[in-house]
């Protein structure tokens, strides 16, 4: 009788190799106490000093925002591009790359417009039918700026900016590069997808990959390799 194998049983059999370390990590910017109504409020009267709850003031730190990061693209002669529909960003950023010969700094700015959620001022009456403002969230298709730059660290990553209030960010990077360039730091040959020269060099492996992370990444060997990959 022949017992069926589950596709963890037969990758158990060909494990040669295992390293933890963190996938993709994006890692979110904000101001938590501008992230509701009653903080943008208070940001208005406070910060900016008016008097009336409206959101109209914020299109001109937008227009300030946007107008700063063409300026520091044109002043450290950083390339810019406008994505268009459909566009993969990891193929633009991959071309980018393979051009850049700095051991660090911004590859280019990208800016695509998306849809996400910002503040709104709505007329509402109240009992007697006069008007007032209100400051509600919304959805708006609003400009993001992303940064994509090379650490020397961590190798390529990029910050994503919203150019709208609040102006939260995210920020995201890749644990597996950080490993191969930590690796490279130590002496610990490798090709360009990750895979080990030799088995005298995974030995040393662990000794990397942990700092990083705790994501658990049983990898089986290559076909027709003795070398498995590094992720």
Known sequence: MTVARTVADVLADHVVFEVECIDRMYCNVYVPQLQHAGGLLGYIQRQLGLPIASTAPLGRITD?????????????????????????KDDVMH???????????????????????????ERRRDAQGDSYPWIVRATGVVNQFYVYAVDRDFG???????SYFPYNAKLRFNGHEWAKRQAAKAGIAHTAK?????????????????????TQRK???????????LW
């Open 156 to 162: 390529p990553f990029f910050l994503k900016f919203c």
């Open 64 to 88: 300030a925002f946007s107008a700063a990061m063409r300026r520091f693209a044109r002043d450290q002669q950083v390339p810019w591009v406008d994505f268009i529909k459909g566009q993969r």
């Open 194 to 214: 990750g895979w080990f020269s030799s088995a005298r060099r995974r030995r040393n492996a662990p000794s990397i990959a942990p700092r990083n992370g705790t």
């Open 95 to 121: 071309a980018h790359l393979a051009r850049f010969t700095a051991e660090e700094g911004v590859l280019f700015i990208g800016r695509a417009q998306e849809k996400t959620l910002v503040f709104r001022t």
């Open 219 to 229: 990898i089986p060997a290559k076909p027709g390799s003795s070398n498995p990959p």
